[in-house]
């Protein structure tokens, strides 16, 4: 067979004196570097040691070999040997960073420095390559870039816009949903003040909480979730959802605000509670109808005292009598049954009126009385005996008087109605108390209590247990309460019958006193 030409590898890089050699070999391990001496075929002339404990190879193994074919993966020995080409023909590049792969195959990344060795003719006779071990440093910039990205997707992916300002409130980061919401580029307010996504009369106010946290570190509004307004790019206000997060940073503290619109909550909101407003008008004029005979009742016993006492004046009058003052009384008793029969009219429209709905200070065990006195007719036909229990401390309420009044009717009614067929000692106590950071009103009776599991199912809308009943009033008053802050329940009584309580929340001076 023919010889097969063998390999050829070039002597390894010598020097003149031993001197110059140990000198030589202290330059190759200063810092640590790795260096490595090639020639213009790109064999390997000089291995240093921290290539050695890099690689897993000695010099001895590498010498006179190409270090694409030694340290290189086979997708890379192209790019890398045109390189060198580039460096052979004098197009000099300076540095450059690749792969070199180990006894165990490990990658590590190398930054290099390369410098020619030329002869008198300029030709290149060694190429020397300095090398530092960056694989770390770039997994760490791996890592930042895809956090980076990562953060980018979240800030552009969120439903919710994201602001973010320094400590002076110009902002800093803008991202799309806050691009959706409030209608600028984040090109347009980068830099510029918070003050631009706020109506005029409230962007200062919020940079004075920034500062005065920055100054004292009262978090007026750090840490906490409040409803504000904001300015879109056409000028129009809307309803803000807005949580503020402080990130400290390099020295410096920045904020994060995330805002989210309400404006069609508030949209929703405002059209629930208008139609919750409809029912409840509906079930006020259902329970003045359930109620009709009793209000007449009432009404018609001043009107028949008005007529007795007018018909005594006449006869006063008929006869001639000379007596100025039982005149005077009569009539003194005509103008007051007047007035309580006007009042209880005025009640009555007040009660059914749907009118527009006020917050204002109110007692709530004066409502009690009053809801009393409109069903004491009833009360009393039925043969129910009320008790009182109103604890007199409470403190008055911010309260709708006509919806928490009907509230109180609907119970005491349905109490009254659940004692008509109980055959037993129908007793109906209303009670008022102090509650932690609330008062409490409970109603209860001895009737006929409440069907199994139905304790919640009472509040259901269109749920009823009366034949001819709408099943909206307990639905309606849950509603109330609920707007109110407070909560409304039912249970069933240890004996006969049934309680029901609910809750109206203290003003925050008031529960402080606790």
């Known amino acids: 067979m023919q010889e097969q030409p063998r390999e050829t590898h ?17 330059l190759l391990e200063v810092a640590g570097a790795l260096v490595v001496v090639l020639d213009p075929q790109g ?16 010099q001895e193994q590498v010498l006179g070999r190409r270090v694409w074919d030694l340290f290189l ?7 890398v040997q045109d390189y060198f080409q580039q460096l052979t023909a004098g197009d000099f590049p300076s540095e450059n960073e690749n792969y070199w792969q180990t006894d165990t195959n490990e990658r590590r990344w190398i930054h290099w420095k390369n410098t020619a060795l030329t002869d008198r003719e300029g030709g290149v006779q060694y190429v020397v390559a300095t ?17 980076y990205r990562y953060n980018e997707a979240i800030l552009e992916t969120a439903v919710d816009g994201i602001v973010c300002i320094d400590e002076a409130g110009r902002i800093t980061i803008f991202n799309r949903a806050a691009e959706r919401i409030f209608g600028y580029q984040a090109s347009e307010v980068l830099g510029s003040s918070i003050d631009t996504l706020m109506p005029d009369d409230l ?5 004075g909480y920034i500062h005065r946290y920055l100054t004292t570190a009262e978090p007026r509004i750090i840490g906490f979730t409040r409803e504000v307004t904001g300015r879109r790019r056409d000028g129009t206000a809307f309803p803000l959802e807005l949580s503020v997060g402080e990130v400290p940073l390099s020295g410096r503290r920045m904020f994060t605000g995330i805002v989210r619109d309400i404006s069609e909550r508030r949209q ?6 208008r139609r919750m407003d409809e029912l409840a008008q509906v079930s006020r004029l259902s329970l003045m109808g359930e109620m009709a005979a009793g209000l007449a009742h009432e009404i018609n016993q001043p009107l028949s005292a008005i007529v007795n006492y007018a018909q005594a004046c006449r006869r006063l009058l008929q006869t001639g009598q000379d007596n100025t003052q039982l005149l005077l009384d009569s009539l003194t008793s ?16 007040q009660f059914i009126d749907r009118g527009k709905t006020e917050r204002a200070a109110t007692d709530i065990n004066g409502i009690v009385r009053e809801v009393v ?3 004491r007719h009833e009360i009393e036909v039925h043969d129910v005996a009320l008790e009182l229990d109103l604890d007199p401390r409470l403190p008055a309420l911010s309260i709708d008087k006509v919806q928490i009044e009907q509230v109180i009717l609907n119970l005491i009614k349905n109490a009254v109605d659940a004692m008509k067929a109980a055959d037993r000692v129908r007793r109906l106590q209303v009670r008022s108390r102090r509650a932690p950071a609330a008062a409490e009103v409970s109603v209860s009776d001895t009737g006929v209590g409440l069907p199994d599991g139905s304790a919640a199912r009472v509040f259901e809308p269109l749920y009823t247990t009366k034949p001819n009943g709408l099943g909206v009033g307990l639905s309606i008053s849950r509603s109330i309460v609920r707007t109110h802050g407070g909560r409304l329940w039912a249970a069933a009584n240890p004996g006969p019958g049934a309680s029901f309580h609910f809750t109206l929340p203290l003003a925050e001076g008031d529960a402080a006193d606790e």
Not at 203 to 207: D, K, M
Not at 268 to 273: G, R, V, Y
């Open 43 to 58: 064999r390997i002339m000089l291995f240093n040691q921290a290539c050695e404990q890099l690689t897993g190879r000695r």
């Open 373 to 375: 006195e409109l069903l």
């Open 203 to 207: 962007g200062n106010s919020h940079n």
């Open 10 to 26: 070039a002597p390894p890089l010598s020097m003149p004196g031993d001197k110059e050699h140990e000198l030589l070999s202290a």
């Open 268 to 273: 929703a909101e405002q059209e629930a509670k």
């Open 131 to 147: 090398g530092i071990d960056i694989t770390e440093r770039r997994r760490m910039e791996q890592a930042l870039q895809e956090a």
């Open 73 to 79: 993966a086979p997708e890379e020995r192209a790019p």
């Open 334 to 349: 005509i103008v007051r049954q007047g007035e309580r029969a006007g009042e209880i009219v005025s009640h009555l429209r």
